[in-house]
């Protein structure tokens, strides 16, 4: 099909099956806010007034916003490391990347598990991770001197994944000087003119003439003057790969997926749209040097948020947030190790599933299962351990030939149905195992 530019004819762009099958991907927030990565752990967007956020920011990558606010954590901490007089900027003759190995990089996410790989290519401080035509601002002219974006590309597909950009479209902190500090600021303090919007306009047609990106991943919005030449951008986009996808976040009326983040946009049922969340695995998208394991998800909650994502029918784009040598920091790298090893087994339950007539219930006893189909098996992933011999589900009968297994070990397990109640009896040895997925086949009716 080809695209015009013109909202009604992009209507037509529909989510590509690679994205529905592939439910997890990572987001990589890598820039100069990664050599100091600093910032105060308070705890998850969603849960702070914005006033109380921006002056203790969490997210490391907004360090410099945050140095802007004169008395915050972060305003103090840089005078004390730095100096007064230490321009945000001249992190760039810090930042040498020199540890940097991208295909080493793309094994360690392939063995997580991971089909889709979305690095920040120009997050808001304005610095770009490729060698950009339209600034001096970027990675070949300071700091590592090399093609990050274009190096990355090439090592995660050839191990077969799938490539996106993330762009601050609405922001770029070259452009303003004042902080983002209250309610509403981030909705003016931007750069508003033709100059900007073009810049942004050719930089996102640059990244696509040179990678080809699976993703185009806006950030905040786009700006008013040039929303209307979004149609050009994403029909161009389309007709050369039409398995692309474009996120919610550009202030127009179009978008493939939609985006939630940490407590924001959360889904608590399944939406009729495609979603993807994202978070750290801490509370911040850089890296963030002040965190520790308190702050980090463990392996089994990153198991139960995948679960619990892909169950209500999105994909969960897990961030994480490399040293400015261009290492991974240990904590992050055994998560994702973990949720790979766990996913080894238990994938079949997650990849290329969709989502049943419901995504889960809570158990009388207080356990939660969440449910996902493939072909003509259904997918009953215990959320937590399994505290109890017996898993009982009210009102669910199942045909007298169905088959339940421990999706893990093939091992058959017996089951009755009394009355309205389908109960399972759990083998002992899952007994106080986490992550457990029974497989159904064939996929039952539903409750009566
Ligand atoms: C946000 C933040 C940001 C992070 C991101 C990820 O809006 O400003 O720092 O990159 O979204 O979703």
């Given at each position: 099909m080809f695209y015009e530019p013109t909202w009604e004819s992009l209507r037509h762009h529909g989510v590509p099956k690679w994205y529905e099958d592939a439910k997890f991907g990572i987001f990589i927030h890598w820039g100069l806010y990664s050599v100091p990565?600093?910032?105060?752990?308070?705890?998850?967007?969603?849960?702070?007034?914005a006033e109380e956020w921006l002056k203790n920011n969490p997210y490391a990558e907004w360090y410099q916003n945050t140095l802007r606010i004169e008395g915050s954590p972060t305003w103090r901490h840089h005078v004390e490391t730095?100096?007064?007089?230490?321009?945000?900027?001249?992190f760039a003759q810090l930042w040498k990347a020199e540890k940097w190995d991208p295909d080493e990089w793309a094994e360690l996410f392939k063995r997580a598990g991971a089909k889709y790989i979305i690095p920040t290519t120009k997050h808001h401080e304005g610095f770009c991770l490729w060698p950009s035509k339209y600034t001096d601002f970027c990675v070949m002219v300071k700091g590592p001197n090399r093609d990050l974006i274009g190096e990355l590309s090439k090592s995660v597909r050839n191990l077969g994944l799938r490539f996106g950009v993330y762009y601050s479209g609405a922001l770029d902190w070259r452009f303003t000087k004042?902080?983002?500090?209250?309610?509403?600021?981030i909705k003016y303090i931007r750069p508003h003119t033709y100059e900007y919007s073009d810049y942004a306009y050719n930089q996102f047609m640059e990244l696509i003439e040179l990678y080809m990106p699976d993703i185009l991943w806006n950030d905040i919005g786009w700006p008013e003057k040039g929303r209307e030449d979004l149609k050009y951008l994403f029909a161009y986009f389309y007709n050369r790969n039409p398995n692309g996808l474009v996120n919610?976040?550009?202030?127009?009326?179009?978008?493939d997926f939609r985006t939630a983040e940490y407590k924001v946009g959360y889904h608590e049922e399944i939406p009729t749209f495609k979603w993807e969340f994202c978070r750290g695995l801490g509370y911040s998208f850089g890296y963030n040097q002040v965190e520790g394991e308190e702050h980090t998800l463990t392996v089994e909650q990153l198991i139960d948020t995948l679960v619990d994502v892909v169950s209500k029918g999105g994909n969960l784009l897990l961030n994480i947030g490399p040293r400015a040598d261009g290492t991974i920091p240990e904590i992050q790298k055994e998560r994702l190790e973990g949720l790979g090893r766990w996913l080894e087994k238990n994938g079949e339950a997650i990849y290329e599933t969709r989502v049943w007539e419901r995504y889960g219930e809570k158990l009388e006893d207080g356990m939660e299962i969440r449910y996902t189909k493939r072909d003509n098996s259904l997918y009953m992933t215990v959320l937590g351990k399994i505290l109890k011999g017996e898993i009982v589900i009210t009102g669910m009968r199942l045909e007298e030939d169905t088959k339940i297994e421990v999706?893990?070990?093939?091992e058959p397990v017996k089951y009755i149905n009394q009355g309205k109640e389908l109960k399972i009896s759990i083998p002992d040895e899952l007994r106080d195992k986490h992550g457990i997925v029974l497989k159904l086949s064939p996929v039952p009716t539903a409750k009566e």
């Open positions: 990565a600093w910032a105060t752990p308070i705890g998850e967007l969603g849960e702070f007034s730095y100096g007064e007089d230490f321009e945000y900027e001249r004042e902080p983002i500090a209250k309610e509403g600021d919610d976040r550009w202030e127009v009326n179009h978008w999706l893990e070990t093939g």
